[in-house]
């Protein structure tokens, strides 16, 4: 393949495939490394089962291959990843699998990226030139759990989010859930239906919105400002479910579609969760962890409660900054990039991301488009 006009894409989720179905239609070579054994993992093989995507269809499928009208509107895990290894197959990608980049740099002398890859099955590093190189590791690149004094010692069962497939599992236990985002407070709902007994850690306000408060607010954010949208949602929300507060939730003071777009905060969309603790199923710890001895979790409130098992849903780091050197513009320290929204996808020397936006699917796809047609431009009008 000619290195001097090849895109190289780290990573094959989502992000990655959808860069890699916008090159294949320019006929743009490129190449993806992979650090599992399949496309998508987190949605493979790191996702629990009673997951469906929190917004219609149509906000989540990716560039050039619609979802197939049949696929209901909020489409579960099982069609999606039907509909991702169709993606793959349609638009022939095939990335190396078990390549985990240990080293990506620009070489000024011979203009281009030199990305360094082990091989998980041979144990060898292997090198890789292309003129381009694409980010889409992804915003969910590494489990994250924080450190807890005691949490060592603690005799049950821990585990990440990416470790938590049904509350079938945990049926008559005492189950922690650390995390209040969407995650969360699915999985603590998934708990509480198959018999768990179940509290969930509140530490940050949150907005509970329905989907089909998020899908009007996606609608009228076409028409109306973003601050009137954010005022109608805070006031459809109180209407719906009230006063939060009594149930030991707070309620933040910017709206929700300004905190996703200034922190990339998602509203929780609630699916049944809010019921659960309004009936008490669902009990809410609003304190911070103090420490764990043994069974005991302390609140920094001087409450101390037992459980059995401790679910983190406390989310994800990037260690983009660990192997991506020499670059000081695209992406800060937390792998996020440093450019506001639109024009966060470019950086120098042919460096791109793509999915790092905090937009979701919908964004990802932008970016991959984008990202094709900067490249198209520049491989058919090269800089002397």
């Not at 989540?60 to 793959?88: E, G, N």
């Not at 990335?95 to 060898?124: F, I, K």
């Not at 969760?273 to 199923?281: A, D």
């Not at 669902?282 to 409450?303: C, M």
């Amino acid at each position: 393949m000619e290195e001097k006009q090849r895109v190289i894409i780290v990573g094959a989720g989502p992000s990655g495939i959808s860069a890699a179905a916008c090159f294949t239609k320019q006929s743009i070579p490129y190449i993806i490394l992979e650090r599992e054994d399949c496309s998508a993992s987190l949605w493979k093989k790191y996702s629990y089962e009673r997951l469906h995507l929190h917004l219609r269809k149509q906000y989540c499928q990716l560039p050039h291959k619609p979802f197939p009208a049949s696929f209901p509107p909020y489409v579960p895990k099982k069609q999606f990843l039907q509909y991702l290894d169709d993606y793959v197959s349609h638009f022939g990608i095939t990335p190396l699998y078990r390549r985990t980049v240990e080293l990506a740099e620009y070489d000024q002398g011979c203009h281009n990226w030199r990305v360094m890859a082990l091989n998980g099955d041979s144990g060898q590093l292997e090198e890789y030139r292309g003129r381009f190189l694409v980010v889409a590791t992804g915003e969910t690149t590494d489990p994250f759990v924080p450190e807890l004094q005691g949490l060592s010692g603690f005799p049950g069962k821990l585990i990440h989010s990416t470790g938590f497939r049904s509350g079938k599992d945990f049926k008559d236990q005492h189950v922690l859930v650390v995390g209040s985002g969407n995650s969360g407070m699915e999985i603590a709902l998934d708990l509480v239906n198959h018999g768990a007994k179940t509290s969930i850690l509140v530490r940050s306000p949150v907005h509970f919105l329905s989907r089909e408060m998020v899908s009007l607010g996606l609608f009228l954010l076409k028409y109306l400002s973003l601050s009137t949208v954010d005022s109608l949602m805070v006031m459809l929300s109180t209407m719906i479910y009230g006063d939060v507060t009594k149930y030991g939730v707070a309620r933040p003071n910017e709206g929700p579609f300004y905190m996703k777009v200034k922190y990339g905060k998602y509203p929780v969309i609630d699916v049944g969760t809010y019921k659960k603790i309004k009936s008490g199923e669902l009990k809410v710890l609003p304190a911070e962890i103090e420490s764990v001895r043994g069974k005991d979790v302390l609140f920094k409130n001087g409450e101390s409660h037992p459980f059995d098992s401790i679910v983190f849903c406390t989310g994800f780091k990037r260690s983009t900054n660990k192997w991506l050197k020499g670059d000081d513009y695209l992406l800060n320290d937390e792998g996020l990039p440093k450019p506001s929204y639109p024009i966060h996808w470019k950086g120098n020397n042919g460096l791109y991301c793509v999915g790092l936006s905090r937009r979701g699917f919908y964004g990802a796809a932008a970016d991959a488009e984008n990202i094709a047609n900067d490249v198209s431009s520049f491989t058919q009008h090269p800089c002397p």
